[in-house]
């Protein structure tokens, strides 16, 4: 199926995740990273300048790695300051899991694009979020729609592409980003 088949549905997912509380145990933190194996979903840390992905962490209340993974990305994506027991029982039962990997007590879960659009589904559904004028139902939505004043830990989002790794911005590309941010000349005055 074609990336563009799957950004923009709201369908049920069967559920797919048992508890997991016996695994990794000793985690510190956990995050999800969507991707379709080309591209990943990115955001800007506001407060170190810099792409990353999406989790944090583990806080008293979690039970276990999965809930700290989707408490820390609706945090992030959505910028929530609380997120329900009641929805993180959603999450963890209707969302599929790609891959888990952990790395040094960081537990990071692999889902799809396809999943990432169910969890924008179940989360349009709750209340409204801070950054975006309705909440989004697509990754698109998710992307484009975002209000680049409303204050959040996670700025702008991209989709990064997954290889080469590590990704470098090009100098050119980075001065070119830059003077978006200066005020723009008359186009008479260009020539």
């Not at 204050?151 to 989002?157: C, N, Q, V």
Request: charged fraction near 20%.
């Amino acid at each position: 199926m074609s990336r563009a088949a799957t950004m923009g549905t709201c369908h049920s997912m069967p559920s797919l995740n048992p508890p997991l509380y016996e695994t990794f145990p000793t985690y510190v933190a956990a995050g999800v990273l969507f991707t379709d194996t080309v591209t990943a979903l990115a955001g800007t840390q506001r407060r170190k300048k810099n792409l990353s992905g999406f989790g944090g962490k583990r806080e008293p209340a979690d039970k276990d790695w999965l809930d700290t993974a989707w408490r820390e990305t609706a945090e992030e994506l959505l910028g929530w300051d609380n997120v329900s027991r009641a929805l993180l029982h959603t999450f963890r039962t209707t969302l599929p899991i790609r891959n888990v990997h952990e790395s040094a007590g960081y537990v990071i879960v692999q889902c799809s694009f396809e999943t990432l659009n169910h969890f924008l589904c179940i989360c349009a559904r709750q209340d409204p979020s801070p950054l975006y004028n309705r909440n989004p139902l697509t990754l698109l939505e998710l992307i484009l729609d975002r209000d680049p004043n409303a204050y959040g830990e996670i700025g702008g989002l991209a989709l990064l592409p997954v290889s080469p790794n590590p990704c470098v911005i090009d100098r050119l590309f980075q001065g070119d980003l830059r003077r978006l941010r200066a005020p723009c000349l008359p186009q008479s005055e260009h020539q």
